[in-house]
């Protein structure tokens, strides 16, 4: 029974290893590649929120019809926090950007491999269907918020089921966390609230869904500095 689960354990490391192995090879030869699309927005407010953290829609940005507020391209703000990040530390370059935002399909994958493992026979099959599409792929290149949401999502997902199952707080509470991220990256990540009340009443522990007061509280947050900041939501 040990040497079967020891080479379980063996098997599930090589496929999160190929699998790692997989996102890194079709990102890594991108990684200096310049800024297009909608990153130019991103990194738009990643400047603003180096000088002010707590105003990110403060200021008028460039598009390609002229000035125009950044009120008008009004995702939330966590992506930009991070690109700022990244800016501070280490200055506008397109290698530092892609580097750091590699993160992103890398917990997306990791994540979607122990959902799969959970769900469906073949795992690594699975995963990598998904992380080899155009989208995934095209995406994983850019500085925008479609693969960080994906990955925040998954990963919430993720906990949220392994702390129900283990009865664990402290993973239903970093699931709840997660989803609260995952809010604050694109409004639709809220949907991954909607099937962690699925899934708790599927499987008959509602009192888990408590947890999910830290999200409710990260999103009122987020609400209070809006109208504080800019008189409405």
Known sequence: MKKLKSGKKSTETKSVLFTVFFVLAVTL???????????????????NLVREPLDPYGFEMDTLSGKASAMAYADPPLVPLYTALLLRLFGEKE?????????????????LYHLSKRFVPYPTFTTLIVVSTPTFMVNSHLIMQDIP?????LLALLLYIKGSEKNKGSLLAAAAIFAGMAFLIKYNGLLVVLLMI????????????????????????????????????
């Not at 290698?95 to 994540?111: K, Q, R, Y």
């Not at 949401?149 to 999502?153: E, I, K, Q, T």
């Open 95 to 111: 290698i530092a950007f892609h580097l750091g935002f590699i993160a992103f399909p890398l917990i997306a994958a990791i994540s």
């Open 149 to 153: 949401l994906m990955a925040f999502f």
């Open 29 to 47: 030869p991108f990684i200096n590649k310049p800024f297009h699309i909608d990153d130019i927005y991103v990194v738009s407010f990643a400047r």
């Open 198 to 233: 699925l899934y708790s009443l599927i499987i008959g522990k509602p009192k888990h869904l408590k947890y999910l007061g830290i999200t409710l509280v990260i999103i009122a947050a987020f609400f209070i500095h809006n109208l504080y900041y800019y008189g409405s939501i």
